[in-house]
């Protein structure tokens, strides 16, 4: 086994063997199922679409991405074992990437649990296949990227707390600073690039059922430069 898939496999057995894990996934499936048939009155709008569903998706990774991620090195900071960790034959980007694949991979249990939702709905109308795929395929990605996010943020916090509140902040903005940038009707290269750097910008294309190629290059870009930046912040603190 390589050294990546070995640390993943530790990691995610650590993050089943606690009830943060199960809490996060229960929380997630609640929020969305209940923000979209109760909040949002899903079956008054008589329309076979859920973008509403996934942008709730997205939403909601704001603060189930960084629950996921603030135990990646601020609890073994905590603990103690994060010198013991950078002593082991691993190099440090095999650590950020077996952490990344873990969290990536708690993260896309959530996701195909939400499956049977459309699955359910796809009952009571007609939905497009293609577009369902897209949407899926759109919130995958994003989850990533907001991964390797929440893992460097956790690379530099001294605890569990602020790595998940300054990964939530962090979130938080690049969801809504487009929308805060179309309310505040913002133009020119101001506008350009706060759309650039948010995640719902890059989102928008695949919830209509459109995988556009910048916004998949985006998402991969954003995804390697936080897992480099991870890697590049463990190495300084090694060698400190």
Avoid: C
């Avoid at 950078?86 to 896309?108: D, I, N, R, S």
């Avoid at 899926?136 to 943020?153: C, K, S």
């Avoid at 459109?210 to 603190?237: E, K, M, P, Q």
Wanted: net charge positive.
């Amino acid at each position: 086994m390589s050294p990546v898939l070995a640390i993943a496999r530790r990691e995610l057995r650590s993050s089943f063997n606690s009830p943060v894990a199960y809490g996060v996934i229960i929380s997630f499936l609640l929020f969305t199922a209940v923000s979209l048939f109760f909040l949002s009155a899903f079956f008054t709008m008589n329309v076979a679409d859920l973008r509403q569903y996934f942008d709730l998706m997205l939403k909601a990774f704001a603060f189930v991405i960084p629950a996921i991620t603030m135990r990646a090195w601020a609890e073994e900071r905590r603990t103690g074992t994060y010198e013991l960790l950078l002593t082991l034959p691993f190099t440090e980007a095999e650590l950020v990437l077996g952490k990344f694949l873990a969290a990536f991979a708690l993260a896309l249990v959530a996701i195909l649990l939400t499956i049977p939702v459309p699955l359910a709905i796809s009952l009571l109308g007609s939905f497009d296949p293609g577009v369902l795929v897209a949407q899926y395929l759109g919130v995958i990605l994003a989850a990533g990227a907001a991964v390797a996010l929440g893992q460097w943020v956790s690379s530099l916090a001294k605890n569990q707390i602020s790595a998940f509140l300054g990964a939530a902040f962090a979130m938080i903005f690049l969801v809504f600073i487009n929308a805060l940038a179309n309310f505040l009707q913002f133009g020119g290269v101001l506008a350009a690039i706060l759309n650039w750097l948010s995640l719902a910008f890059h989102y928008e294309a695949f919830s209509r059922g459109v995988a556009d190629s910048r916004d998949l290059a985006y998402f991969i870009a954003f995804g390697v430069l936080f897992l480099y930046l991870s890697t590049w912040n463990l190495t300084r603190r090694k060698w400190s």
